[in-house]
């Protein structure tokens, strides 16, 4: 019953999502281009969220903000309009070795999820002829690994990106009844909380 529970909210959270990216667009349209830290164009594949506060439409791997996340938002700055948030305080903070050491002991909880079987390693082409075509920026939770054992992340945001964005690609590939696009969402879900579970320590030991 509660995979039951969980997937009809990430049902709810795909729409929410897909009605937010659609007013991405619009903008997008209207202005010819969508501001965000990394200064690309316009991606539908992306989860996209608009700051209240100066109006900019951010990617959420880019402000380390997860779409199962936004929608429990009333509002949401960005890192430039309200730096000291606790959110965009722990997403922006330079990780230190305790961090990185929670970080490592997270992945290993993800690779041992078991939602976490489509995304251990890279698509193979051979399978899926077409998606590289499709998918501009592949990820995926061995490269994940690398990147963490390379000191390649420096924040929060940086790392909460790159996992957002296997979930983003499975769901931009696949459809929304697709057991891949199930297993996305809920593992999603699980990182959340223990994301918000290491932004609290981290709180805790400012």
Same mark, same amino acid.
């Given at each position: 019953e509660e995979e039951e529970d969980e997937e &009809?909210? =990430?049902e709810d959270s795909r729409t929410n999502l897909k009605k937010r990216n659609g007013e991405a667009k619009k903008e997008e349209d209207e202005s010819g281009k969508v501001y965000c830290i990394c200064k690309q164009p316009y991606d539908e594949s992306l989860f996209y969220i608009q700051c209240d506060s100066c109006q900019q439409w951010f990617h959420g791997k880019c402000v380390g903000i997860i779409s199962k996340e936004a929608q429990l938002l009333d509002t949401y700055s960005c890192p430039s309009c309200d730096p000291s948030s606790m959110v965009n305080y722990c997403? /922006?903070?330079r990780l230190d070795s305790k961090d990185v050491h929670f970080l490592k002991? *997270? *992945?290993k909880e993800?690779? =041992?999820n078991k939602n976490s079987r489509p995304f251990l390693n890279p698509v193979d082409a051979s399978l899926v002829p077409d998606y590289y075509k499709v998918i501009k920026k592949p990820m995926d939770l061995s490269t994940i690994e690398k990147k963490l054992e390379s000191s390649c992340y420096s924040t929060l945001a940086s790392f909460i990106g790159d996992v957002t964005l296997i979930c983003d690609n499975c769901r931009y590939f696949n459809d929304d009844k697709s057991s891949f696009t199930t297993c996305a969402n809920l593992l999603e879900s699980f990182f959340l /909380? &223990?994301?918000k579970t290491f932004r609290q320590q981290m709180l805790e030991d400012k």
């Open positions: &009809r909210e =990430s997403n /922006q903070k002991m *997270l *992945l993800l690779k =041992s /909380q &223990r994301i």
